[in-house]
């Protein structure tokens, strides 16, 4: 989910403060060439997932991020690199007896 960079820059943009709907989709249109449409499936799926919230002010749509939601985020990325940087290297692996390496076939198994 956070994987897309369009879905990335909403976030960043967020991170400023409250904007429209029309705001964000100015600035990510120009940055990366998409339609509304495309925008507006970006910030559903931000929204879908609790990223950020949104509320009617007349006739525009405020988004605003969820800084409970990220600190999860956070929390749940801290928490991979941890256990990630406690396992030696795939080339430490070699050299102390027998890691091997993983191809990208392997990992869809």
């Given amino acids: 989910m956070l994987g897309d960079p369009v879905r990335r820059r909403l976030l960043e943009l967020l991170a400023g403060g409250e904007r429209s709907a029309g705001a ?17 499936q970006h910030l559903r799926v931000l ?12 006739t525009a749509r405020l988004y605003a991020a969820d ?12 928490g ?3 256990r990630v940087s406690e396992r030696p290297r795939v ?5 102390v007896g027998g890691g091997s390496r993983v191809g990208e076939r392997d990992l869809d198994r």
């Fill in 24 to 40: 964000l989709g100015s600035v990510v249109r120009a940055e990366f060439g998409i339609t509304q449409p495309a925008v507006s």
């Fill in 47 to 58: 929204r879908e997932t609790g990223f950020v919230r949104v509320r009617p002010a007349g």
């Fill in 67 to 78: 800084p409970d939601r990220l600190r999860e985020a956070d929390d749940w990325v801290a």
């Fill in 80 to 82: 991979l690199r941890s």
């Fill in 91 to 95: 080339s430490e692996r070699s050299r």
